[in-house]
């Protein structure tokens, strides 16, 4: 696959994804869990490819720095009240986590935002762990961050199927 060079934003973004707990091959097998049923011969491959063209938009990339950093700061104690308990405790009616993921979602039109929701209540495989409050993480804000960031190659990769020409 020919990837053009990461920028510092990038690869600071996918560094944090991943110092978290969150491989690209997890998001990926998120997209295949949203297409598999709407493409015979989809490979986990063509998840991953979508996955990383995802991750090389800017918007995405401001979105993970910023939702993760907030994660981490909560997680150590380092945001002031009473914001920090809230995200601590990824209080429901907190909708920041969910507003930080639209602008990953708002990218790709607006059939991400029923695979987003989709997977956002059935939870399927990493975004089971990230919701696993028992581990003492804080993942308020990445959960919703990856589940976007699968919702948006799943819509990528279904506008590719019907031929739309791509920029990004
Ligand atoms: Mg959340």
């Known amino acids: ?9 990038e690869q600071r973004a996918r560094e944090l994804l ?16 949203l ?4 493409f015979n011969d989809l490979t986990l491959d063509m998840c991953i490819y979508n996955v990383n063209r995802v991750l090389s938009k800017r918007e995405v990339q401001h979105a993970v720095l910023t939702g993760v950093e907030l994660d981490i700061l909560a997680e150590k104690d380092q945001l002031s009240e009473p914001l920090l308990n809230i995200i601590k405790r990824d209080e429901g009616l907190y909708g ?12 790709y039109g607006s059939i991400v935002i029923t ?4 997977i956002d209540k059935q939870k399927p ?7 696993d409050l ?14 976007a960031i699968a919702a948006a190659a799943a819509s990528r990769l ?5 031929g739309d020409i791509l920029d990004q």
Do not use: C, P, W
């Not at 297409?35 to 709407?38: E, H, I, N, P, V």
């Not at 920041?96 to 639209?102: M, N």
């Not at 495989?125 to 919701?131: F, H, P, S, T, V």
């Open 1 to 9: 696959m020919v990837r053009e060079k990461q920028t510092e934003l």
């Open 18 to 33: 991943y110092e978290r707990g969150v491989e690209i091959q997890d998001i990926a097998e998120l997209v295949y869990y």
């Open 35 to 38: 297409q598999a049923k709407y």
């Open 96 to 107: 920041i986590d969910e507003v930080v993921a639209y602008s990953i979602v708002n990218v």
């Open 115 to 118: 695979s987003y929701g989709y």
């Open 125 to 131: 495989g990493i975004l089971k762990e990230l919701n």
């Open 134 to 147: 028992s581990t003492g993480k804080v993942n308020t804000f990445i959960d919703d961050i990856v589940g």
């Open 158 to 162: 279904a506008h590719s199927y019907a």
